[in-house]
């Protein structure tokens, strides 16, 4: 699937340029459908008995779900998934997701780290947060745009 906005180009492109925020609702159905998915189906993610038992505050998100939102904010940008090289992150804190209507905010922005003009290349730096709290660090992607 591509994007409706429009395609980014690289010489409009500056340091510290700011891409289309993304703000996700994480609710449980989402992740049992993400734990059929991905084959994940560790009980932290799905039963709160457990989840708490091991000193979590609740059920909490696949940090494999988190990135991957993390990720939809760079393909929506970039226009193309194909255009992504290498995207990686540090799972630096879990997103409790509460068993209600709301489930978890998490909060996805972006800025232009580096540019390669060269390479034909922009590094873009995410930032991904639940509750005022950074959940991903050093979240970083590699986007071809030439």
């Known amino acids: 699937m591509t994007s409706t906005l429009p395609q980014p180009v690289l010489a409009d492109l500056t ?16 992740l049992v459908r993400y734990a059929g998915a991905s084959g994940d189906f560790n009980p932290i993610h799905w039963n709160a008995r457990v ?4 000193g979590l505050p609740d059920v909490i998100a696949h940090g494999m779900l988190t990135m991957a939102l993390g990720g939809r ?14 995207y990686g992150v540090t799972f630096t804190r879990p997103v409790p997701v ?8 998490v909060e996805f922005t972006a800025l232009i780290g580096a540019i390669d003009a060269d390479a034909g290349t922009v590094r873009v730096d995410l930032t991904a947060r639940f509750a005022g ?3 991903l660090g050093k979240a970083r992607a ?3 745009l030439s």
């Open 15 to 30: 340091v510290g340029d700011a891409l289309p925020p993304l703000t996700v609702q994480v609710r449980r159905g989402q």
């Open 51 to 54: 989840a708490t038992s091991v």
């Open 73 to 86: 904010l760079v393909t929506d940008w970039a226009g193309d998934p194909g255009r992504v090289l290498d």
């Open 98 to 105: 509460p068993d209600d209507e709301d489930g978890a905010t």
């Open 133 to 135: 709290q950074t959940v």
């Open 142 to 144: 590699t986007v071809r």
